[in-house]
């Protein structure tokens, strides 16, 4: 915010949820004139503007979803000046027929430019958007106007690409942490897929989550089937038509649905802030796409659990798609490699995805993900277990892949086990009481580790690695090697539940909480704006726990300034004291 208000270029990374579009919105407030943001996505947009004006802030939108009649307002009001933040897409400032606008803009006293989502410019980032790299003309076009960089995901070298594609002068550079310590990150082999999605969503009755899917159809399967279970939910996905996606996205912000399935064409920016899950039911290309879409949870700071369910398909998937649009550049595989290496890892997610971004992260256990809450069990001997495992895969002449090398583990006489005579084998039956998911979790983690390889073909053949052959000879030579399994869980078992979640509901009244979210969704509805608008789950738990009975109790709150005291104190005091009566 400083930077802005000195007039100096900036560039701000923060994680999703933590603030980066107050580091333009406030300044734009005292800065006299016009605040330009750059913004990819109309849905981004209109969530902005929405939430601004809700909270009486002078914002506007311009793009392609407006009418005539609206665009016409638009103008008049930007001439006018009565208008302290405007949102354009990319295209409408560089692309064809963009010179009238720019015009338009030359003579509105614009104050400075933001460029949200300023990953989208670095040819290194993971949502690369080539009318982004020609935003550096605009220097031109607007003399004297700083230029402020936001994204929530930039390696170091993603960082310098941004500052060198939008011709950022000194800039100042401020690199937040990475870590979301409210996030509970989760990995699970994916083995039922629907049981484990039916598990998860147990975990969460009655509450907003989004399932993501790698291809179209498995988006429309998941959200049909969901249906059929009792779970309401809507598919979105670029194959829908534009008013069938506009209505699924805002049925979901509105929460009048509460489970979206969706390609990751949904989310950029989505302000629904009180998604309690975000589950992938395949693994994503890059550990940057999983930030940020897992970052969708919990945006309000409670509690969030993201899942990961993948399989070895998943990255095979990945690079023939790669390929196939000729993108499968040694950028792109790395990229790849390091999802896959944490989705097979054995440790700290937290400490992972930070170190990953180059961010330092603290000893000691984040109590936040499944291997820090104690649901992940270490292998009593890895190193066993790992050269039975390449040897079996040598034994089956390393033409095969990870199905039939766990068959044959298993001591399972499958068709094609028996067609080979791999039962005669001396590794057919090794590890007889092992799951198979167990199995394939493990070979998942030496192929993460690099004493295991798969193929490229269509049909992935395990390999080992001159690493893995050089560990089949020699049990010393990978010191300190760790495999780890799901630990079995208890149905009367109590779930374990992180630090966050147990602070967050500490004394909190759950019934009157529940109350006051019925009374958020009706007023909401009432007014024709989303329920966030409102207030955040996290105002609701902070009056439930402090139960205010005045206006300036109410004032107290976190989250609710004058203006909403004003408006919406008297409803909500009214539900408190009604509370209040009824457990008396």
Not at 40 to 46: E, F, Q, T
Request: hydrophobic share 45%.
């Amino acid at each position: 915010m400083e930077a802005v208000l000195a007039r100096r270029d900036s560039l701000v990374v923060l994680p999703t949820g933590g603030g980066k579009s107050l580091c333009f919105q406030a300044p734009a407030l005292v800065r006299p004139g016009l605040a330009v943001v750059v913004s990819p996505l109309i849905s981004l947009m209109k969530d902005q503007v929405d939430a601004l004006v809700g909270n009486g802030v002078p914002a506007v939108l311009y793009n392609s979803s407006l009418t005539a009649a609206e665009k016409a307002r638009a103008v008049a009001g930007l001439r006018e000046g009565r208008y302290r933040l405007l949102y354009v897409s990319p295209e409408r400032l560089v692309g064809e027929g963009s010179e009238s606008f720019l015009a338009l803009l030359a003579a509105c006293d614009v104050s400075f430019l933001a460029v949200d989502e300023a990953h989208c410019i670095s040819q290194w980032g993971h949502d690369f958007r080539p009318e982004y790299r020609q935003l550096a003309q605009l220097r031109q076009r607007l003399p004297g106007v700083s230029v402020h960089a936001y994204t929530a995901t930039a390696t170091a070298r993603v960082r310098h690409d941004i500052a060198t594609q939008l011709g950022l002068v000194d800039p100042v550079e401020l690199v937040g942490s990475f870590d979301r310590p409210n996030l509970v990150y989760r990995v699970l082999p994916r083995a039922r897929l629907k049981q484990q999605l039916l598990d998860t969503l147990a975990r969460h009755p009655r509450e907003a989550g989004i399932i993501y899917c790698t291809a179209r159809r498995e988006v429309d399967a998941l959200a049909a089937w969901l249906t059929g279970e009792g779970i309401p939910a809507l598919p979105y996905h670029a194959g829908l038509g534009e008013a069938e996606r506009s209505r699924n996205q805002d049925d979901f912000i509105a929460e009048r649905i509460d489970v979206i399935v969706a390609t990751v064409a949904f989310g950029m920016g989505i302000d629904r802030s009180n998604v309690r899950f975000v589950v992938h039911a395949g693994a994503p290309r890059s550990v940057e796409h999983y930030q940020q879409e897992s970052g969708r949870a919990g945006r309000d700071g409670l509690e969030a659990e993201c899942l990961l369910m993948y399989s070895a398909a998943d990255f095979m998937r990945w690079r023939v798609m790669l390929q196939t649009n000729g993108e499968l550049t040694d950028a792109n595989l790395a990229l790849l490699r390091q999802m896959e290496r944490y989705a097979a890892g054995v440790g700290c997610r937290h400490r992972h995805l930070a170190e990953y971004f180059g961010d330092g992260y603290a000893p000691g256990s984040c109590g936040a993900c499944d291997y820090c809450l104690d649901e992940l069990e270490a292998v009593a001997e890895p190193v066993v277990v790992a050269r039975q495992i390449l040897s079996c895969v040598a034994r089956v002449g390393q033409r095969f892949g990870a199905l039939h090398v766990v068959n044959v583990l298993r001591g399972h006489a499958s068709e094609q086990v028996l067609a080979r005579a791999h039962d005669r084998l001396s590794t057919f039956g090794l590890l007889r009481q092992a799951a198979a998911s167990e199995l394939r979790g493990y070979i998942q983690q030496l192929t993460a580790l690099g004493l295991l390889r798969t193929s490229d073909d269509p049909y992935a053949v395990l390999a080992l690695t001159a690493k893995g052959l050089t560990l089949l000879r020699d049990e010393t030579s990978c010191p300190g090697l760790t495999l780890a399994r799901q630990r079995a869980v208890r149905r009367d078992a109590p779930r374990a539940r992180s630090r966050v979640e147990a602070q967050s509901w500490e004394d909190v009244d759950r019934a009157l909480f529940e109350r006051l979210r019925a009374l958020r969704l009706e007023t909401a509805r009432q007014r024709g704006v989303p329920p966030y608008v409102i207030f955040h789950d996290a105002t609701l738990r902070e009056m439930a726990r402090l139960r205010p009975s005045s206006l300036d109790a109410l004032r107290s709150v976190k989250g609710i300034g004058a203006r909403k005291a004003e408006d919406l104190g008297p409803i909500f005091l009214s539900a408190i004291r009604a509370h209040a009566s009824s457990v008396a």
